[in-house]
């Protein structure tokens, strides 16, 4: 058993070192948007508030999620390299669901476009959803992820309140896409998904010092 497993592992590190690396970024990427999210969930539900919350940037970020699971599934990607999404779409899921209330948006409209949501979803999975559709959308997802964060950076910005922010969530979005740009970069050199984790680490972090400054400024007021 032993000669077994010293086999496989040997036969897994003729892969080489740059993948190898890329496999145990993935592992830990995936490990931490586990709970990417779980932070923000945490500190609305303790406030009781979604204040300096965008909630069309969360709309904005629920629809990037969705079509760049969609394009790596449909495209038969590694599932290594976008594992993270179907964990990140379950939390943003919950994430919405208490902006939403704590900004009394629950209502009939809403529940419309979440069905409508929900449909799209199961064609996509189903593969009866035309993949020419994802392959146009793809491209859109760095503008619209982009536009999500710019949109809570401006809501920091504009209520200078980052009191329901959680900056442990932002600082894991800058880090786990960091590791993105590596392991796309050596595992599909996709220019689409490379420019995406590019721009996306980048406002990521610039959110995680916008929550970082105004919630010192709230401690000293």
Known sequence: MAAGLSEVVSEYLQKGLVLVIADLLSLI???????IKVPQINTIKENKSSKGIS???????LFSYTVMISYNYTSDYDFLSYMEYPVLLLQEYVLIYYAFKYQ???????????????????????KLFPIIILTFLVPFCTPIGATS????LLAILRTKDASSVSRTTWALSAFTNMTRIYTVYVQSHDLMLLSNFLISTFLSASVFAAACFYKKKVKKA
Do not use: D, P
């Open 104 to 126: 009394n948006l629950l209502g009939k409209k809403t529940q419309i476009f979440a069905v409508a949501y929900v449909i799209i979803a199961t064609l996509i999975y189903l």
């Open 29 to 35: 990427t995936v490990s931490s948007c586990l709970v």
């Open 55 to 61: 909630v069309l940037g969360l709309c904005l970020e």
């Open 149 to 152: 964060k710019v949109l809570q």
